[in-house]
T-cell receptor
Framework: DGGITQSPKYLFRKEGQNVTLSCEQN?????MYWYRQDPGQGLRLIYY???????QKGDIAEGYSVSREKKESFPLTVTSAQKNPTAFYLC?????????????FGSGTQLSVL | DQQVKQNSPSLSVQEGRISILNCDYT??????FLWYKKYPAEGPTFLIS?????DKNEDGRFTVFLNKSAKHLSLHIVPSQPGDSAVYFC??????????FGTGTSLTVIP
């Protein structure tokens, strides 16, 4: 089945630790995105990438890093510089060009601080 | 600054009645609008979209209306069903590069 796979479903981070959230898609989509959701807030864009080896900062990129070495994969690293990392993280992808512009989302990763 | 706003955090509707969810935006350059449905601890799923060249789009029980002069869109669900109970997010896009999401409206359909 085609889709977006995020892992793990739940992740715990200790103080000063970097953690990496995985996002893989087999939809052959060009663009991939990372969003953060906090209670009572909308989805806020962290980073996005429209092509391999290129990515752009979103509205809240501080304390996060990404890579796009393969078209199918867009991992997000939450660094120790991110002081409030507890949130629900969503990965999304979409094709570029054409008329179908909608985002497809993975099932999310809940990150909590120990 | 929030470019897409959903001013009603929650809405309760009787089963079989109409649900109307509202969304306002500030950037008149947005050219594509979407509605997503989300259950707790899951990713949002796409419901319906509308291009800025249209003022209405319908898909089964779901209809989205766009009023560009008022910078307002709404989602109508008729008839509402208990399975429609979820959080609904509206989103707007500018040339498809970035998507801006509202804060969501939690819909409860009462059997």
């Amino acid at each position: 089945d085609g889709g977006i796979t995020q892992s793990p479903k739940y992740l715990f981070r200790k103080e000063g630790q970097n953690v990496t959230l995985s996002c893989e898609q087999n939809l052959n989509h060009d663009a991939m995105y990372w969003y953060r959701q906090d209670p009572g807030q909308g989805l806020r864009l962290i980073y996005y990438s429209q092509i391999v080896n290129d990515f752009q900062k979103g509205d809240i990129a501080e304390g996060y890093s990404v890579s796009r070495e393969k078209k199918e994969s867009f991992p997000l690293t939450v660094t120790s510089a991110q002081k409030n990392p507890t949130a629900f993280y969503l990965c999304a992808s979409r094709t570029l060009g054409g008329f179908d512009e909608k985002l497809f989302f993975g099932s999310g990763t809940q990150l909590s601080v120990l | 600054d929030q470019q897409v706003k959903q001013n009603s955090p929650s809405l309760s509707v009787q089963e079989g009645r109409i649900s109307i969810l509202n969304c306002d935006y500030t950037n008149s350059m947005f050219d594509y609008f979407l509605w997503y449905k989300k259950y707790p601890a899951e990713g949002p799923t796409f419901l319906i979209s509308i291009s800025s060249i249209k003022d209405k789009n319908e898909d089964g029980r779901f209809t989205v209306f766009l009023n560009k002069s008022a910078k307002h869109l709404s989602l109508h669900i008729v008839p509402s069903q208990p399975g429609d109970s979820a959080v609904y997010f509206c989103a707007a896009s500018l040339t498809g590069n970035q998507f801006y999401f509202g804060t969501g409206t939690s819909l409860t359909v009462i059997p």
